[in-house]
């Protein structure tokens, strides 16, 4: 008498097994739209609120001259590349009041971010650069210089401190923060970027 084999015979998965998994790989594009506006708004706050927090973090490599990456700056340049010119001021100037609260409101860092998002909103609507790695690096780069010459400015008018001293240690922080803010720009732009790539074709 044979004894039937079931060797290489593929046993069947459940229909409700097979239902749940094709659930679970359901593409996002077919999620329901408030789901996929409460997961952008997730994604865009919680980015916020996690370069707030590593604006005073010093990981190793982050750090040059005891200054570190300027975070919101690379996230404002991040947001405003693809946006309107006004979009990009106002997430200039909500992120800037967001670090005055953590350090001080005078000077004010929402004036720099201010004008980060107006001209990367500008440069880009103009076409002037291709939107990839090297040239988001190189805004930032220029846009983080731009930032710390203004906020030292701001120090100078306020009089109580010597021009001299100010300039001289806003050269090194400039360079310092231009140099550390571009090298970091692709950790905060790819993600978010292609995040947002995602979402604008869902839209559409």
């Known amino acids: 008498m044979k004894i039937p084999s ?76 693809k946006r309107s010119v006004w979009e990009g001021v106002v997430a200039g100037i909500v992120l800037g009041l967001l670090q005055d609260a953590m350090t001080s409101p005078d000077p004010t860092h929402a004036l720099t971010l201010g004008l980060v998002g107006l001209l990367t909103g500008l440069v880009q609507k103009q076409r002037f650069i291709q939107e990839d790695f090297i040239s988001i690096a190189l805004i930032v780069f220029l846009m983080a210089i731009l930032a710390e010459s203004i906020f030292g400015l701001q120090l100078s008018l306020t009089g109580d401190r010597k021009v001299e001293y100010i300039w001289a240690y806003y050269q090194r922080v400039a360079l310092a923060s231009a140099i550390l803010s571009s090298l970091w720009a692709p950790i905060v732009y790819y993600p978010l970027n292609l995040w947002w790539q995602k979402r604008k074709a869902i839209e559409q």
């Not at 239902?19 to 916020?48: C, E, F, M, N």
């Open 6 to 81: 079931f060797n290489g015979r593929k046993q069947k998965k459940p229909k409700a097994a097979e239902r749940k998994s094709k659930a679970y790989r359901k593409p996002i594009a077919r999620w329901h739209p408030r789901v996929v506006q409460l997961l952008d708004l997730s994604v865009t706050v919680g980015s916020v609120l996690l370069c707030l927090l590593l604006l005073p973090t010093r990981f190793p490599g982050t750090e040059l001259l005891g200054i570190g990456p300027n975070w919101l700056l690379i996230w404002v340049v991040a947001w405003s590349v």
